[in-house]
């Protein structure tokens, strides 16, 4: 069985930075691309990130570019967003979420991580 | 970018019902790269319907998927009461950045 943990939330200052992580298991890892989606309270979804299999290429909303960073270790089978330049309007419960091919291409999302809250406020 | 705009915003049904669900996108979906997610409260989103038609597995068949171009709709064919939920739509083609529609909440 797919699982995706996410870990690394919690409570930011405005122009604070934070780490999330999720811990991947149940499938090959290194053969997928991986995205993150978020979802501010009682708001739609909003694509964040997506990077492929080998962590060669990323790609970001405009509304996080320049300030998120995704990464891959393939060796522990954990994905990253380091979020940086944090505002008030990425409060969110963000999601990890499997690609169903390598390239990050024509990936539809499948499973999704349980979220991780990421509340920025002073 | 692309723009895609789920209509109704809420629909009200009672179970035993068919529900019908729409999706029109800004400009043509690439290869119907067009998918359908399902969120309970509290719950993280589920994929029922992906390439626009195709079901996920493990997805009942009450569950059909249609559309090509910019006009995509989902039906549910008889609601049970577990099918009472918000329902977004979803492009991914052909390459990030992707997007998603604003949601269907079906009360």
């Known amino acids: 069985e797919v699982q995706l943990v996410e870990s690394g939330g919690g409570l930011v200052q405005p122009g604070g930075s934070l780490r999330l992580s999720c811990s991947a298991s149940?499938?090959?890892?290194?053969?997928?691309?991986m995205h993150w989606v978020r979802q501010a309270p009682g708001k739609g979804l909003e694509y964040v990130s997506t990077?492929?299999?080998?962590?060669?290429?990323?790609y970001y909303a405009d509304s996080v570019k320049g300030r998120f960073t995704i990464s891959r270790d393939n060796s522990k089978s954990t994905l990253y967003l380091q979020m940086r330049s944090l505002r008030v309007e990425d409060t969110a419960v963000y999601y990890c979420?499997?690609?169903?091919?390598?390239?990050?291409?024509?990936?539809?999302?499948?499973?999704w991580g349980q979220g991780s809250l990421v509340t920025v406020s002073s | 970018e692309m723009v895609l705009t789920q209509s109704p915003g809420t629909l009200s049904l009672s179970p035993g019902e068919r529900a019908t669900l729409s999706c029109r996108a800004s400009q043509s979906v690439s290869s119907s790269s067009l998918a359908w997610y399902q969120q309970k409260p509290g719950q993280a989103p589920r994929l029922l319907i992906y390439?626009?038609?195709t079901r996920a597995t493990g997805i009942p068949d009450r569950f059909s998927g249609r559309g090509s171009g910019t006009d995509f709709t989902l039906t549910i064919s008889r609601l049970e009461p577990e099918d009472f939920a918000v329902y977004y739509c979803?492009?991914?083609?052909?390459?990030?950045?992707?997007?998603f529609g604003q949601g269907t909440k079906l009360e």
């Open positions: 979803q492009q991914y083609g052909p390459s990030p950045p992707y997007t």
């Open positions: 979420v499997k690609g169903s091919g390598s390239s990050g291409w024509y990936d539809w999302f499948d499973p």
């Open positions: 149940g499938f090959t890892f290194s053969s997928y691309a």
């Open positions: 990077v492929n299999s080998d962590g060669g290429n990323t």
């Open positions: 390439g626009a038609s």
